[in-house]
């Protein structure tokens, strides 16, 4: 009895010593780097990345993309208990970031900020969302003015200009399902909260800035009318279904939809799609529904480049970030998927995109953090599911704003 | 022979031990550890903490969940009676007649699909501007209003299984004795009469089966849908297994995920020991 006790225990051992590893490892010189990202599609300049920074400072990287993004978080939070190791790893700002610090799972990036500020890479106005507790984390991978992107062949078919005022998008609107042609694009997946944070920006920004961090509810009168200029959008007939499974890209291509508001970096989407700006399709700010604001509320979203505290090379994931921010390294991943840039010295090819950036720097708008990164993950969960429901059913509307605020009071009970 | 057989006996939990373990390891200790974060608060981030039946009793007052908990519903008793139904059917008027076989085939063939593959064929045919409408001559948004997107999805599924469905019922057909058929045909019965009161009884055990694996495949109901609407839209095409996943890894509430888990477990396991149960007694 004892030998076959004795038996099993070894076979356990030999089991778990399998299961196991060297748990003293000494930090690795390494030549190249894991880069993990929920970004699938940008692959390929991923890799056009990787294959510049092994010519330029020896270090080569190597992406992996998700293209789901809860499995990509579920992912990269397992990873913080395990052995697995990221040397770099895409995130979100926000309440996403300040998460992952709080478990000191990311490296501080204080000195590479503090230089590229110094040296013009980095704007301070992107400071603030990279600041946790007085200290900077991560890097920008990328920045993004959102906008409507417009099928100019349409537009130019109708007579059509890009709108100067809120009524002027309304009347575009108004002519183009005159003519049969259906206005917007809008989605039930994912992106339902697109016109929930443009419409409110465009009218109340303070509101909008106070409703994300808990100072006001979903219920309050402000954004009761929000949804309700919204519903008239839709019972106008202006939008797409929001079932259609159709890339946006196909859309605005296709003419489904003559605009489509999204991120500048969707204009990787009409490149790749052979679309030409200026002749195909183009941009436009969308202007504010409340013309007395100051400024054009414009929504700006910023995806940082992160590197692990407990990474193999520590030294090589900082040395990888601070020539990541660089403008050598910025020219080239700008320019290759068509978008703007973190580093105000690159030139961006896209007239219109160029300009954009252009007067955001210059202070001309709003900015205004996306509803993605300002709204509490628990909260932004509810709302997304909210939303969707509510451009399918807008009928809907006060219910749907009493479920996201009963997360949101949920939420905000233990975090204020 | 005298020798080696305490040998044998000695050694015997060494033997074993590479299974148990691999069972324990990879089958009891999830379970286990679901159980565990069921009771807790976690993040994925923070560590676990507990919270005692709080989960659980957040479960009674979530309407989403109610919902998640209809359409789990019609898809159980969808998944019963579509595809097991229409496969017996198939299969009863199939199985006596001369080429036989080719009229099944065609039936079969969806089977070579997975579930997520079935939803991707399937998500433009069922779409807005799809082919569904178009052949059907309306404008209906099939996977939009619930519950009749569930409905649509169920029949996509009863699309797929219906050829396995038939093939189990065929090879149960094939093997019932054909002297009891003979005798009762001799007897005069004959269509219904001779499958009610014959055939039916005689194909109990591999009916019990059948309906045993439908109940929990309804009851798992995930790919599908997730592929198809993602539980939407908002949340009401959810099924019990896809806000297990929406919780735990979308909302990142393992606590409350995992409670979800919990329950589907329990009623899975309730659901198949309460029918088997039933089919070993009545037979």
């Known amino acids: ?416 | 022979m005298r020798n080696t057989a305490p040998m044998f006996g000695r050694f015997r939990y060494g033997y074993v031990a590479p299974a148990v373990l691999l069972v324990a390891g990879l089958l009891y200790a999830p379970f286990v550890w679901t159980a565990y974060l069921s009771l807790t608060r976690y993040d994925g981030l923070e560590p676990p903490a507990f919270v005692g039946l709080a989960n659980f009793a957040k479960l009674f007052q979530d309407e989403a969940l109610l919902t998640s908990t209809r359409n789990t519903l019609i898809w159980v008793i969808g998944t019963m009676v579509l595809p097991v139904g229409l496969g017996l059917l198939v299969a009863v008027l199939s199985y006596d007649i001369k080429g036989g076989a080719w009229y099944r085939v065609p039936f079969m063939l969806p089977y070579a699909l997975s579930g997520a593959g079935l939803a991707m064929v399937w998500s433009p045919i069922l779409s807005h501007d799809g082919i569904a409408n178009l052949l059907l001559g309306v404008d209906t948004a099939f996977l939009q209003d619930a519950p009749a997107n569930t409905f649509a999805m169920l029949a996509v599924w009863t699309w797929q299984q219906l050829g396995v469905n038939t093939l189990l019922f065929v090879v149960g057909l094939q093997s019932i004795p054909k002297e009891p058929i003979e005798a009762a045909r001799l007897d005069g019965a004959a269509g219904w009469r001779l499958f009610r009161h014959v055939i039916w009884p005689l194909m109990r055990p591999l009916t019990a089966v059948v309906v045993g694996l439908a109940l929990v495949a309804g009851l798992k109901t995930f790919d599908i849908v997730w592929v198809l609407t993602q539980g939407g839209p908002g949340r009401n095409s959810e099924t019990l297994a896809v806000t297990m996943y929406k919780e735990t890894f979308v909302a990142s509430d393992y606590g409350y995920g995992s409670a979800v888990a919990v329950m589907l477990t329990v009623v899975t396991g309730l659901a198949s020991y309460l029918y088997l149960k039933r089919q070993v007694t009545a037979t």
């Open chain 1, 1 to 416: 009895m004892f030998r076959s006790r004795v038996a099993t225990l070894g076979v356990a051992a030999l089991v778990l010593t399998a299961c196991g590893g060297n748990s003293a490892e000494a930090p690795q010189k390494k030549t190249e780097l894991t880069l993990y990202n929920d970004k699938g599609a940008w692959t390929k300049y991923f890799d056009e990345m990787g294959a510049l920074s092994k010519q330029r400072i020896g270090l080569g990287m190597k992406p992996t993309g998700y293209t789901d993004s809860a499995q990509y978080q579920a992912f990269i939070k397992a990873s913080f208990r395990t052995k697995v190791k990221p040397d770099l790893f895409t995130w979100q700002t926000g309440g996403m970031l300040a998460e992952v610090v709080k478990q000191k799972q990311v490296a501080e990036t204080t000195a590479i900020w503090q230089e590229a500020i110094k040296a013009g890479d980095l704007s301070q106005d992107l400071l603030p969302y990279y600041t946790v507790g007085g200290k900077q984390y991560c890097v920008p991978m990328n920045v993004a003015y959102w906008g409507m992107f417009y099928n100019k062949k349409i537009f130019d078919k109708y007579g059509l200009k890009p709108p100067q005022t809120w009524d002027d998008l309304v009347a575009t609107a108004e002519t183009l399902k005159k003519n049969g042609v259906k206005a917007f694009y809008h989605t039930s997946v994912l992106f339902s909260f697109v016109w929930f944070e443009q419409l409110l920006a465009g009218t109340d920004p303070d509101l909008y800035d106070r409703l994300s961090t808990g100072k006001a509810k979903y219920t309050d009168p402000g954004v009761v009318q929000v949804m309700e200029r919204w519903k008239q959008l839709i019972d106008a007939g202006y939008f797409i279904n929001p079932g259609d499974k159709t890339d946006p890209g196909d859309v605005l291509k296709n003419g489904k939809a003559a605009m489509v508001s999204f991120g500048s970096w969707f204009n990787t989407s009409m490149t790749t799609r052979d679309m030409k700006a200026g002749t195909d399709y183009d941009f436009f700010v969308i202007p504010n529904v409340n013309p007395a604001l100051p400024k054009t509320s414009m929504i700006f979203e910023s995806g940082p480049l992160c590197s692990l505290t407990k990474a193999d090379d520590p030294d090589a994931s900082q040395k990888y970030l601070k020539w990541w921010t660089s403008a050598e390294a910025q020219e080239k991943w700008a320019t290759s998927r068509g978008d703007v840039s973190a580093n105000p010295k690159v030139t961006i090819g896209d007239k219109a995109l160029g300009t954009v950036t252009k007067d955001a720097g210059g202070g001309k708008y709003r900015l205004v953090n996306r509803y993605f990164e300002a709204t509490p993950p628990p909260v932004l969960t509810a709302a997304l599911d909210g939303f969707s429901k509510f451009v399918t059913e807008p009928d809907s509307y006060k219910e749907v704003l009493e479920t996201i605020q009963k997360a949101a009071d949920e939420y905000w009970s233990t975090h204020q």
